[in-house]
């Protein structure tokens, strides 16, 4: 098992930035492939970025520019840095990862960009 701690949310202008964390408890977390997801009010969940065991990145079309996604394995945490935040990046957003053919979330940090 793994537990999966989002945080770093919260309420930011239009153009402004966030970093988000999610941070594991299992020590092996460089192992695994880590998503961020996002929920908006009514919507469904939609994946954001990926990283893989290796580093490598991969982006949904409407963030690729703006949101980096890394990882910082001593910690057992991931990252995702975010910029040039839109009103429409509003969301619930989650980390996510596969082990043993189970899939693990986080609870989950809100981001709000209003002005």
């Known amino acids: 098992q793994v537990q999966l701690v989002e945080s770093g949310g919260g309420l930011v202008q239009p153009g402004g930035s966030l970093r988000l964390s999610c941070a594991a408890s299992?020590?092996?977390?460089?192992?695994?492939?880590v998503g961020w997801y996002r929920q908006a009010p009514g919507k469904q969940r939609d994946w954001v970025a990926t990283?893989?065991?290796?580093?490598?990145?991969y982006y949904e079309d409407s963030v690729k520019g703006r949101f980096t996604i890394s990882r910082d394995d001593a910690k057992n945490t991931v990252y995702l840095q975010m910029s040039g935040l839109k009103p429409e990046d509003t969301a619930v957003y989650y980390c996510?990862?596969?082990?043993?053919?189970?899939?693990?979330w986080g609870q989950g940090t809100q981001v709000t960009v209003s002005s």
């Open positions: 990283i893989t065991s290796r580093g490598s990145a």
């Open positions: 299992r020590s092996d977390f460089s192992l695994y492939t």
């Open positions: 996510n990862t596969q082990l043993q053919l189970t899939s693990y």
